[in-house]
């Protein structure tokens, strides 16, 4: 006891003297939402990655691959389960060496091996019926929504150039509309299909051409449509799941045409490299964190001018590639970025936002070796369960190192303010206000979810809510995240290093009614 007395007698006298207080005044516009996302905007991935997946002299895939995934394990369904739904997206590097036996053949079906001639150094993996069952089970159990990526490179094969990564010739959809079929013929849902990972412009390992790729989301279109007539349970079509390159997205969704592409599919690794001895400095930055902006703009631009009729995701965003970083990734820290993109995107009028992972590599929403949350997990689902689908404009005069963004509540009336502070020393003393006026709710109360690193270390593994360790029950089941009740006439004080969720019930937005 004494211990706790002497540091919590350091703290306050470390933040006496260098701690600073700041008021900021934050302008809700609730005349009008400036975009929509999803319900189901929280998107995790599960990746095929084999345990001899390694990077930077470690190996931080243990079990968590699609082949290996201990399906039965109950933190994991409670986990997803949590959601009420987790939309879930199956891909990831290997997917385009992905082959499916669903049908009877002599050829045996053999997991990932590698290979030094392989693409990413491994060989093609075989998922069978067996394991599709398993899967279709879990997802059934919790309850998930499917995106099923598949394999973009049967039927194609790869230049005989020198050093060159393309590949050429028509997609062969043989294998896919077996598998589809075969789901179909099980009764498992699918919400979507997404052709490929990675291969657009320049590519990662290998790369196809727009034209080509235009031409191939027409058949794989037409095969959704003939395995599903019935529009009302027709799974999207989505693509290209890849990095954004202007002329190659635009190209693509000229070939494809109209009605083809239902979602238009990116991916973002802002942060550079999992080993990049700075990375825990670029996720406090926020004229860092800001470069990524020009992106999703982009993105969003070249939907309204070439694409109407499809929808911006972000497809997998792990924040660091490679496997994200041993130190950051899974820690509080990250949630800096993580929180941020959601809110960014948001505003960019993306509908989709995929975590990678839901478990695996460093960058999982869970542990991968003991299934137990780690702090970005408790952040989507609070995100989940409290912003709704309108986005509102959120702007402050003030540094930058506050964040803000607002939607209408979920399901209750009001809105849902965002308030991220990656400042390791200024306190914000946060009034929301309507437009520049004030909001008269005329409520006494308002809900407020703190969140902060255990023991004030941003790499910590452990956050608190309201003070409150958030920790698994004894039955494994998610711990209930209440807010705390505060005077709703106070301002909302967000502490250095510090995430806060606060929900404004009587704030009088239009666009929320």
């Known amino acids: 006891m004494g211990n706790i007395k002497v540091g919590i007698t350091v703290w306050y006298f470390f933040c006496f003297t260098f701690c600073i207080a700041a008021d900021v005044k934050v302008t809700v516009k609730g005349l009008a939402p400036i975009a929509t996302i999803y319900d189901d905007f929280i998107c995790a991935t599960l990746d095929w990655w ?5 990077n930077y002299d470690q190996c931080p895939w243990g079990h ?17 389960k949590a959601f009420n739904p987790l939309r879930i997206r199956i891909g990831g590097s290997l997917q385009d060496q992905v082959e499916y036996q669903v049908q009877n053949s002599s050829k045996r079906c053999l997991p990932f091996q590698k290979s030094e001639a392989g693409l990413f150094g491994f060989t093609a993996g075989c998922l069978t019926t067996h394991r599709w069952d398993q899967l279709n089970h879990f997802f059934n159990q919790t309850r998930a929504k499917i995106t099923l990526g598949l394999n973009a490179l049967v039927g194609r094969k790869k230049s005989s150039q020198k050093d060159s990564t393309l590949w050429f010739g028509d997609w062969d959809s043989k294998n896919a509309g077996n598998l589809m079929k075969y789901t179909v013929s099980k009764g498992y849902k699918i919400d ?13 390992a290998a790369r196809v051409e727009a034209e080509q790729y235009g031409k191939d989301m027409t058949v794989l279109k037409k095969l959704v449509q003939q395995v ?12 290209p799941g890849g990095f954004f390159d202007d002329k190659w997205f635009k190209t693509f969704l000229q070939v494809s045409g109209p009605n083809v592409v239902n979602g238009l599919t990116h991916h973002i690794y802002n942060l550079g490299a999992g080993s990049d001895p700075t990375l825990a400095n670029k996720v406090q930055d926020p004229y860092f964190l800001d470069q990524i902006r020009k992106v999703y703009s982009n993105v969003s631009a070249t939907v309204k001018q070439f694409g109407a009729w499809t929808e911006a995701w972000v497809g997998e965003s792990g924040g660091a590639y490679n496997s994200g970083s041993k130190k950051v990734s899974y820690s509080f820290s990250d949630g800096f970025w993580y929180l941020d993109q959601l809110g960014m995107t948001s505003t960019f009028n993306h509908k989709v936002f995929c975590r990678q992972t839901l478990i695996g590599g460093n960058y999982g929403l869970l542990n991968t070796t003991t299934f137990v949350p780690n702090p970005d997990y408790y952040g989507a689902l609070l995100w989940h369960r409290l912003m709704g689908k309108n986005v509102l404009a959120a702007n402050h005069v003030g540094s930058p190192y506050l964040r803000a963004y607002s939607h209408c509540s979920k399901q209750k009336p009001g809105i849902t303010v965002l308030l991220i502070n990656m400042s390791n020393s200024t306190t914000f003393n946060v009034s929301i206000q309507n437009d520049g006026n004030a909001s008269g709710s005329g409520e006494v109360q308002r809900e407020e979810y703190h969140l902060t690193p255990k023991d004030r270390d941003i790499f910590s593994d452990v956050i608190l809510l309201n003070g409150i360790p958030l920790v698994l029950t004894k039955s494994s089941d998610i711990p209930v995240m ?14 250095p290093h510090s995430i806060v969720f606060a929900v404004v019930r009587g704030f009088n937005a239009p666009a929320c009614s």
Do not use: H, M, R, W
């Open 50 to 54: 084999p345990t001899s997946k390694c």
């Open 64 to 80: 968590s691959g699609l082949f290996s995934l201990d399906l039965d394990n109950k933190i994991l369904l409670n986990a997803v």
């Open 192 to 204: 979507s299909y997404e052709l490929g990972n990675e291969l657009c412009s320049n590519g990662v």
């Open 228 to 239: 599903y007539p019935n529009q009302n349970t027709q799974p999207k079509v989505l693509g």
């Open 482 to 495: 209440n807010p705390k009740l505060v005077n709703a006439f106070l301002p909302i004080v967000v502490a």
